[in-house]
């Protein structure tokens, strides 16, 4: 069995990153969702609250978990058993972070190879920091975070 393993901060998930795990699911076998507990992010959501949305936002899909991790990441893939690890590419500007992760990665484990896939062009510009910046200022995310996430969103930012 081909899992792959998706990790990030998703902080919170957005139709970005929704259209790249859509795309994985045709790709492999099964697709482990790994959410960052790395609190130098200094998120605005929990991992609990992360993993919570990602559930939510992929009930629609088969074969997909969403976790934790925390620690190097090549082992939590080791454990895992996944041979892949998805990113999703936007722009040229994402290419050399990502790029020297995934060498580096290849590294330090030999068993595991980085895939990259492309989002629909509709989400080149999304990410989750834009996402919280238009939302605190009192604009409109619909468009681009699942329903769910919106409402929560939504809470969050009335509670603080
Ligand atoms: P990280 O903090 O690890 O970059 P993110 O949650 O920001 O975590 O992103 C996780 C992965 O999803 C990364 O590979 C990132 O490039 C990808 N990604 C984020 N937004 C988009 C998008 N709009 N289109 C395609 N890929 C995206």
Redesign the pocket.
Known sequence: MKLAI??????PV?N??L??VERAVQLFDAVTIAV?TNPA?NPLFTVPERIAMFREATRHLPRIEVESFSGLLVEYAAARGASVMI????AIS?FEY?FQMALINRKISRGLDTVFL??SEK??Y???TIVKEVARLGGDVSCFVPASVNERIRQKLAQS
């Open positions: 998706y990790p990030g901060t998703f902080d957005t970005g990153h259209d790249i960052s992010k990113r999703g590419l936007r994402d990502e492309m989002a989400y080149t999304l990410n989750s």
